[in-house]
């Protein structure tokens, strides 16, 4: 059984910066996709970034180009996402999510497992 388990999430201020952790378990990741999304409150859970085990290849949401970076460490069988330069729009509940066909799509649908959340938010 997979498992997800987030964290690094926290307050922060307007324009600072954190990292979030995803470790994941349960099975080997070679051919898997490991994607962030969040979803702030009244709002549909959207997609953030997503990496491809087997080639490191990523995928990032116009909103946070340039300012959130995903990696992933094998060693550790976890995913990472750097977020830089936060934004009051920012505040939500992300979530890791993984993909098993490993495709790297940005649609939710394509994703079978799920973390529990971690809370970020970004005050002004």
């Known amino acids: 059984q997979v498992q997800l388990v987030e964290s690094g999430g926290g307050l922060v201020q307007t324009g600072g910066s954190l990292r979030l952790s995803c470790a994941a378990s349960g099975r080997t990741f070679e051919n898997y996709a490991l994607g962030w999304f969040r979803q702030a409150p009244g709002k549909e859970r959207e997609f953030v970034a997503v990496i491809t085990w087997s080639d490191s290849s990523t995928r990032y949401a116009d909103s946070v180009k340039g300012r959130f970076t995903i990696s992933r460490d094998i060693a550790w069988n976890t995913v990472y996402l750097q977020m830089n330069n936060l934004r009051s729009e920012d505040t939500a509940v992300y979530y890791c999510?993984?993909?098993?066909?490993?495709?790297?799509?940005?649609?939710?649908?394509?994703?079978?497992?799920w973390g529990q959340g971690t809370q970020v938010t970004v005050s002004s």
């Open positions: 999510a993984a993909d098993g066909s490993g495709r790297g799509y940005s649609g939710r649908y394509y994703y079978n497992y």
